[in-house]
């Protein structure tokens, strides 16, 4: 089954740890992305990579980080600089110029 | 800076209705519009790719226009499902390895 994987889909955390979200991809897809949605906001991009072991910041990506060793991983983590860190996130593959394909999101409360 | 506008931002009709959801965006320099659904508490599903050389796409009931000249693209829905219930959204595609602009989406309840 090819697709996009988030673990895990529910994640808890207290105030001040860093928390790491994973996103796998087997679509051999070149450009994988991290967005995040809260309430009535749309979607947000976090960060962007393009290709291995080179990525880009997005909109908001203050209190995040992302690394890209492997073409099917993009894993990222919410450090406790980020000040509102509670919200669903997505991650997303794409091989340009082809359709945009998003994973089952993770879910983070952080209290 | 593009943007991307979908109004209105709910909708609920009944059962059988055939409908449009309207998707407007600023620059009409794009490369593709995708049209994705997004369950309650779910990622987003794409549903439809437009390329900018091409006026619609089909699939099953639902069809998707795109006239760049005056930035606009529709979602038609026929012959509307309660399953159909779900957060409708566009995004466009300025250039071949851009990223996508997102609309904020437009919350469709089909009542029975």
Same mark, same amino acid.
């Given at each position: 089954d090819g697709g996009i994987t988030q673990s895990p889909k529910y994640l808890f955390r207290k105030e001040g740890q860093n928390v790491t979200l994973s996103c796998e991809q087997?679509?051999?897809?070149d450009a994988m992305y991290w967005y995040r949605q809260d309430p009535g906001q749309g979607l947000r991009l976090i960060y962007y990579s393009q290709i291995v072991n080179d990525f880009q910041k997005g909109d908001i990506a203050e209190g995040y980080s992302v690394s890209r060793e492997k073409k099917e991983s993009f894993p990222l983590t919410v450090t406790?600089?980020?000040?509102?860190?509670t919200a669903f996130y997505l991650c997303a593959s794409r091989q340009p110029p082809n359709e945009q394909y998003f994973g089952p999101g993770t879910r983070l409360t952080v209290t | 800076k593009q943007e991307v506008t979908q109004i209105p931002a709910a909708l609920s009709v009944p059962e059988g209705e055939n409908l449009v959801l309207n998707c407007s965006f600023? &620059? @009409?320099?794009?490369?593709n519009l995708q049209w994705f659904r997004q369950d309650p508490g779910k990622g987003l599903t794409s549903l439809l790719l437009i390329q900018s050389s091409q006026r619609e796409q089909t699939s099953g009931r639902l069809n998707a226009s795109l006239d760049k000249s005056s930035g606009r693209s529709t979602l038609y829905i026929a012959? @509307?499902?309660?399953? &159909? @219930?779900a957060t409708y959204l566009c995004a466009v595609c300025p250039g071949a390895n851009s990223k996508l602009t997102f609309g904020k989406g437009i919350t469709l309840s089909v009542r029975p």
């Open positions: 087997n679509l051999n897809h406790s600089a980020q000040k509102n860190p | 600023t &620059d @009409s320099a794009i490369y012959a @509307s499902q309660p399953g &159909d @219930s």
